[in-house]
């Protein structure tokens, strides 16, 4: 089992930046992939950006260039870094875990962007 929570998630003007954060209740070392997703009310879950064990990180074109997501495993945090954001990054952001094949997600932050 591995309980993830994020935070780091507001209110921010257009071409504002925020730093998500997601704590983990087991060993980073232990998670294969951590992802970002985000979803606004009403639609689909949409992926945002993954980084692997390796630190290989890939992202959606939505964020491709904005975002930044990385992971500190002596700490057991994962984080999404957010620049230059616009009114269609509003949404709720929540952090995935993969665990020798099984997923885990936290609860979510709310990241609203509007001047």
């Known amino acids: 089992q591995v309980q993830l929570v994020e935070s780091g998630g507001g209110l921010v003007q257009p071409g504002g930046s925020l730093r998500l954060s997601c704590a983990a209740s087991?060993?980073?070392?232990?998670?294969?992939?951590l992802s970002w997703y985000r979803q606004v009310l009403g639609k689909e879950r949409e992926w945002v950006a993954s980084?692997?064990?390796?630190?290989?990180?890939y992202y959606a074109n939505s964020g491709k260039g904005r975002f930044t997501i990385s992971r500190d495993n002596a700490e057991n945090m994962g984080y999404l870094q957010m620049n230059s954001l616009k009114p269609e990054d509003t949404a709720v952001y929540y952090c995935?875990?993969?665990?020798?094949?099984?997923?885990?997600w936290g609860q979510g932050t709310q990241v609203t962007v509007s001047s």
């Open positions: 980084i692997s064990s390796g630190g290989y990180s």
């Open positions: 995935r875990a993969i665990v020798n094949g099984a997923q885990y």
């Open positions: 087991r060993r980073f070392v232990d998670i294969n992939t």
